[in-house]
């Protein structure tokens, strides 16, 4: 599959228009599933890598409009991840603490290690999308006057801009999709949340009130994707009105990236080789003893 037809291209004025979120690029269900198990064994294997090498670390972030399957998306793209070398964070409302630090505060709290993959459910593209939507989600920061300007939005974009290259300076790659999802599809996997007993919990009547501001979010978007796809860092906008395709998509994606990290396991040092060795030669004494004594 060709991953860069999914890049929002940094420095050139595009639209969301141009991503057709109903494309499957002729696989079937069933293709895309050899696939998707494919990359699973490749992250598997890379992810490895990453943990052996320790000088590299994966930030991979998640936006969407409600309803466009975030949570599965993000349980089965980590269903192959060692546990011990990945962590979620999930961007909910603020907490009382984190409202009195910067923005960026909680986000660089949970920025992953190097050797460690971080995945963030939404995340401080919020401060850039839902409070523009929802001016009192920017009030609940009581940040000064002075900085509640009408340039605020273009400073955040230089903000966020400058955090992803000082992440990417300290070995820190920043990987990003959105899933794009039809408006007609949301409201079908919404009606599906309140349908079924098993989703039910999830449902929020907010999800429903904001698609009266679906144009609005598209617009915000675009400029979000034309102001922070860059080299470094671009955004991928994923078609996800068939989820079995995205999931095979952004699976590969993922493992393209841990493949450009890290191919082989690192080249031991004299110190290290020489440790091995002795362990080695260790163990194989006290087995070697245990054998005989009990042959007497």
Same mark, same amino acid.
């Given at each position: 599959?060709?991953?860069?037809?999914?890049?929002?291209?940094?420095?050139?004025?595009?639209?969301?228009?141009?991503?057709?979120?109903?494309?499957?690029?002729?696989?079937?269900?069933?293709?895309?599933?050899?696939?998707?198990?494919?990359?699973?064994?490749?992250?598997?294997?890379?992810?490895?890598?990453?943990?052996?090498?320790?000088?590299?670390?994966?930030?991979?972030?998640?936006?969407?409009?409600?309803?466009?399957?975030?949570?599965?998306?993000?349980?089965?793209?980590?269903?192959?991840?060692?546990?011990?070398?990945?962590?979620?964070?999930?961007?909910?409302?603020?907490?009382?603490?984190?409202?009195?630090?910067?923005?960026?505060?909680?986000?660089?709290?949970?920025?992953?290690?190097?050797?460690?993959?971080?995945?963030?459910?939404?995340?401080?593209?919020?401060?850039?999308?839902?409070?523009?939507?929802?001016?009192?989600?920017?009030?609940?920061?009581?940040?000064?006057?002075?900085?509640?300007?009408?340039?605020?939005?273009?400073?955040?974009?230089?903000?966020?801009?400058?955090?992803?290259?000082?992440?990417?300076?300290?070995?820190?790659?920043?990987?990003?999709?959105?899933?794009?999802?039809?408006?007609?599809?949301?409201? *079908? &996997?919404?009606? %599906?949340?309140? @349908?079924?007993? $098993?989703?039910?919990?999830?449902? =929020?009547?907010? +999800?429903?009130?904001?698609?009266?501001?679906?144009?609005?979010?598209?617009?915000?978007?675009?400029?979000?994707?034309?102001?922070?796809?860059?080299?470094?860092?671009?955004?991928?906008?994923?078609?996800?009105?068939?989820?079995?395709?995205?999931?095979?998509?952004?699976?590969?994606?993922?493992?393209?990236?841990?493949?450009?990290?890290?191919?082989?396991?690192?080249?031991?040092?004299?110190?290290?080789?020489?440790?091995? *060795? &002795?362990?080695? %030669?260790?163990? @194989?004494?006290? $087995?070697?003893?245990?054998?005989? =004594?009990?042959? +007497?």
């Amino acid at each position: 599959m060709n991953y860069k037809q999914f890049i929002y291209k940094p420095g050139k004025k595009n639209s969301l228009k141009d991503f057709d979120s109903d494309f499957a690029a002729g696989f079937s269900k069933e293709n895309t599933q050899e696939m998707l198990n494919e990359n699973a064994e490749r992250i598997a294997k890379y992810q490895d890598l990453l943990m052996a090498h320790e000088t590299n670390g994966l930030l991979v972030i998640f936006q969407a409009m409600d309803g466009a399957g975030k949570d599965a998306m993000i349980k089965n793209v980590t269903s192959c991840l060692d546990p011990q070398g990945c962590e979620m964070k999930m961007f909910k409302a603020p907490t009382e603490k984190e409202v009195k630090h910067d923005y960026l505060w909680r986000a660089a709290q949970s920025v992953p290690a190097r050797g460690q993959i971080g995945i963030f459910n939404r995340s401080y593209y919020e401060h850039v999308i839902a409070e523009r939507i929802h001016p009192e989600k920017l009030e609940q920061y009581n940040f000064p006057k002075s900085v509640i300007g009408k340039d605020i939005w273009k400073k955040r974009y230089r903000h966020i801009n400058n955090f992803e290259e000082y992440l990417l300076d300290n070995g820190i790659h920043v990987l990003k999709f959105f899933l794009n999802l039809s408006k007609e599809t949301q409201r *079908e &996997k919404l009606l %599906e949340r309140i @349908e079924r007993p $098993e989703k039910k919990w999830k449902f =929020s009547i907010d +999800d429903v009130e904001d698609r009266e501001h679906w144009d609005e979010y598209m617009k915000i978007y675009e400029e979000v994707f034309d102001r922070t796809s860059t080299k470094i860092a671009a955004w991928h906008i994923i078609p996800n009105n068939h989820r079995w395709f995205a999931r095979a998509a952004v699976a590969g994606i993922i493992a393209e990236k841990l493949k450009s990290l890290h191919q082989k396991y690192p080249t031991l040092s004299g110190e290290q080789k020489q440790e091995i *060795e &002795k362990a080695k %030669e260790m163990l @194989e004494n006290k $087995e070697s003893r245990k054998s005989k =004594s009990n042959k +007497d």
